[in-house]
């Protein structure tokens, strides 16, 4: 509380984030004002081999663990975070944001590089005019028609396969899906745009949805413990909106989500699948976004250094002196 010079009340100040503030003025003209503090972005550039998680391996370098949800936001259609192997290693480009001298929030990833099971995945955000993507080193978009995973899972319980011994039935039989074990609940997500045929109850599949995405791709979803509201046939969803929850019901031994792949009606294992992008950059903007990519390829391109192996010289110098394109 803020008061005149004859000592009473007259602004009460309240500050919901550190960026910004509203003020009440008490006065003979009661009034509210909505104001923001200037924010400072500065970039960072950073590195790491996998040992136990991306998360522990940003821990260790005092990184904010919002990096770990943007750099899976980034590649979520090319690596599943949740399947990072000992010794993938990553070279990450980002912005931060400061109030004054206080950190405030992790920005926009700029460019990115991430080495995983020996393959290397670059990302390079773009941002003119109406676009406002991540792409990889063709000017090809990070963003896939479909998502890798319908579902935030456990484990791979099991994999597509023409002959699988089946838990429930007790013989041997085609398994033309991947099971996705979960807790009962999770929500489970469309993992591209389409319409739903159905969505309804199977004495064998449960309770699933199924959904025609264009001439060539079809999926389902089975034995969810239910399905979300409103989701019937006819309705539009977009990649990544919930359509049901993951269950046992049906011809199920235990909570997971069957997810099939149809690829011009005959059904394939997604997880071999080229899945397309959803488009390059456009041809008005190739030539600037080549010379960005070109100017973040020489910070991304060096050889990635274990901490331990790094000179103390080196470990001294500022992220800006070390990495400036």
Known sequence: MYTDTSGVGRYMIYQPTLASYVVFDLGSEPSIRVGERALEVRERTIEGFIEESLYMTLLDQDIHPTVANRMADV?????????LQEGDAFRIRFEEQYVGDEFFDIGDVLAARFIHRGDDYYAFHFQRDEVDEHYDENGQSLRKAFLIAPVEYKRISSSFSYRRYHPVQKRYKAHLGTDYAANTGTPIMATGDGVVTEARYGQYNGNYVKIRHNGTYTTQYLHMSKIKSGIKPGVRVKQGDTIGFVG?????????????FWKNGEQVDHRREKIPSVGPIPD??????????????????????????RSYAQLLETPQELTSP
């Open 248 to 260: 046992s019901t049906g011809l199920a031994s235990g909570p997971h989500v069957c997810y099939r």
């Open 284 to 309: 008005v903007h190739r030539t600037e976004f080549l010379a960005q990519r070109d100017r973040y390829m020489a910070v991304l391109s060096t050889p990635i250094t274990p901490i331990r192996d």
């Open 75 to 83: 590649f979520a259609w090319q690596i599943d975070f949740s399947r």
